[in-house]
C-alpha cells in the first residue's frame, strides 16, 4: 500500500505535525481513522473547504478511514480563528439544514462504500446533551487558560474582545477529538493550517487521560502569491453549490487564476499526475494560459461533474475566441424589459452592488456593452443591442453576462 505521506508532501499539503514520526509509521499500516471537521456556517461548502476535501480523498484512496465531522454543535458557538468579530449566532433548524445540504457535496470526494467507507457525524449529537458542570470539571480543568490566551486563534481577537462563549470553542474541539477517539478509534485530526491550535488542544487532551497514540497534521491553506486566501470572487466566496456560484463563474475563476498560483492549485485541487503538473507549470508567457484551462476544467470537473465542465469551457470559448456555445454563460432575464438603463443592468447581474458604484465602474471605463466601451452613465439599452437576441454585458475583460 502507498504510504499516503509521501502523496501528501509531494503535493505540497503538509504545513505542520505534532509528531512528524509517529505519524509518518501511522499511515504505513493498513487503515487509519482519521478526521476533517467541518463547521455548517451556511447551506454549501466554499473554497475554503476544498483543501480538507481533497486530503480526505487521498487519505482514503491509500486505504485509510475518513470521519467527516459536521460540527452542528461548535457551529451553535462559533470558532473565533481568523476572526475579527464574533460569528452570528444560528437557529438549530438553520444548522440542521445547512449539514443535510453540505453532506451532498461531500459525497463527490469521498466514499460511503467499501472496506473502509467513509462515515459522516455531527457533533451536536454528544455536545448538545453535555452537562456544564460535570463537562468543565472532566475536560476544562485540563486546560490552562494561559496557554489557551497564547494561541494565535485568541491572541488577535484580545483587543477586539473574546467571549467566554467563544473561548470554549478550543475545548469542545478538543473533546470531538476524545469522543472519536473512544467511539471510533480515531487517531489523528486533520485540518487547515489555522485550526493549528484547535488541533494540539484535542491531541494534548488525549494525551492527558494517559493514551499516546493520537496526533494531529495541519495542511497548507489555498492561497495567493501574497498570502491572501484564494475564493473570494466579486460577489463574495466562491461556493460549491451551483446556485450560489454557477459552474461557469467557478470555471472563470480558475482560468483567470496568477501565473504564479497554476503549480500550486493543479497539485492541491486535482488529481493529475505530479508529471503532467510539471509538465504544464513549467510554460511560459501566453502558454501558461493553457495550463489554467486544464486546471480549472479539472476542478469543475471534480465539484460540478463533467458534463457541467465541458458547458463551462464552452462558454468561455465562445466568449474569447469566437467558438463554442454561449448558452452556458451566466445569462439574466431582463423579462422584456429591454429599455433598462445600464446601471441598472450592471446591479441586476450583480456585477456591482449599488448605482454609485455602478456609475464609477462606467467612468472609470470599466464597462462594456457587445464589445463597445460604455461611456455614458445614464445610458439605456434599446432593440439595437439585442440584433442577435441577446446582449453581452462585460467588466473588464473577464467577467461576461448574456441579457435576454
Not at 470553542?169 to 477529538?177: A, P
Not at 495542511?219 to 498570502?227: C, M, V, Y
Not at 455614458?376 to 437576441?389: A, E, Q, R, T, V
Request: some cysteine.
Amino acid at each position: 500500500m502507498t504510504n499516503v505521506f509521501d502523496i501528501l508532501e509531494e503535493r505540497g499539503y503538509v504545513e505542520q505535525m505534532t509528531h512528524p514520526k509517529e505519524i509518518k509509521e501511522l499511515f504505513s499500516k493498513e487503515c487509519v481513522p482519521f478526521y476533517i471537521g467541518i463547521d455548517p456556517t451556511a447551506d454549501s461548502l466554499h473554497v475554503g473547504h476544498f483543501v480538507s476535501l481533497m486530503v480526505a480523498s487521498h487519505m482514503q484512496k491509500c486505504g485509510h478511514k475518513p470521519i467527516i465531522l459536521v460540527g452542528g454543535g461548535t457551529a451553535t458557538i462559533g470558532d473565533p480563528s481568523g476572526k475579527t468579530d464574533m460569528r452570528k449566532m444560528m437557529t438549530r433548524e438553520t444548522i440542521d439544514n445547512n449539514v443535510k445540504c453540505i453532506k451532498k457535496q461531500i459525497e463527490k470526494f469521498v466514499s460511503f462504500e467499501g472496506e473502509n467507507a467513509a462515515i459522516i457525524v455531527n457533533n451536536a449529537d454528544w455536545l448538545l446533551d453535555l452537562k456544564f458542570i460535570d463537562f468543565m470539571r472532566e475536560i476544562g480543568s485540563l486546560f490552562s487558560v494561559n496557554k489557551m490566551l497564547a494561541a494565535e486563534c485568541y491572541k488577535q481577537r484580545m483587543e477586539t474582545g473574546l467571549t467566554f462563549f467563544e473561548m470554549s470553542y478550543m475545548l469542545m474541539q478538543s473533546y470531538d477529538f476524545l469522543y472519536l477517539y473512544e467511539t471510533y478509534g480515531c487517531k489523528l485530526e486533520m485540518g487547515g493550517n489555522d485550526q493549528w491550535s484547535n488541533i494540539i488542544g484535542g491531541v494534548d487532551l488525549i494525551r492527558k487521560i494517559g493514551k499516546d497514540d493520537s496526533y494531529g497534521l495541519t495542511f497548507k491553506l489555498l492561497t495567493t502569491k501574497e498570502g491572501k486566501k484564494m475564493g473570494k470572487t466579486e460577489k463574495g466566496a466562491l461556493w460549491l453549490a451551483p446556485e450560489k456560484t454557477s459552474p461557469y463563474e467557478f470555471y472563470q475563476y480558475w482560468r483567470n487564476i496568477e501565473d504564479d498560483s497554476v503549480e500550486n492549485v493543479l497539485k492541491l485541487l486535482t488529481f493529475l499526475p505530479i508529471e503532467k503538473i510539471k509538465e504544464l507549470s513549467s510554460l511560459k508567457d501566453e502558454l501558461i494560459n493553457e495550463a489554467k484551462k486544464v486546471a480549472a476544467f479539472e476542478i469543475t470537473k471534480l465539484v460540478h461533474g463533467e458534463e457541467e465542465a465541458l458547458k463551462a469551457e464552452s462558454a468561455a470559448e465562445a466568449l474569447f475566441s469566437g467558438k463554442g456555445n454561449l448558452d452556458n454563460m451566466p445569462t439574466v432575464d431582463l423579462n422584456g424589459n429591454k429599455n433598462i438603463s445600464v446601471v441598472d443592468a450592471i446591479i441586476l447581474t450583480g456585477i456591482a452592488p449599488s448605482k454609485g458604484q455602478a456609475r464609477t465602474l462606467i467612468t472609470q471605463g470599466g464597462i462594456s456593452l457587445n464589445d463597445e466601451k460604455v461611456t455614458d452613465i445614464n445610458y439605456c439599452l434599446s432593440d439595437k443591442d439585442f440584433s442577435d437576441g441577446y446582449a453581452i454585458l462585460k467588466k473588464g475583460k473577464k467577467i461576461f453576462y448574456k441579457l435576454v
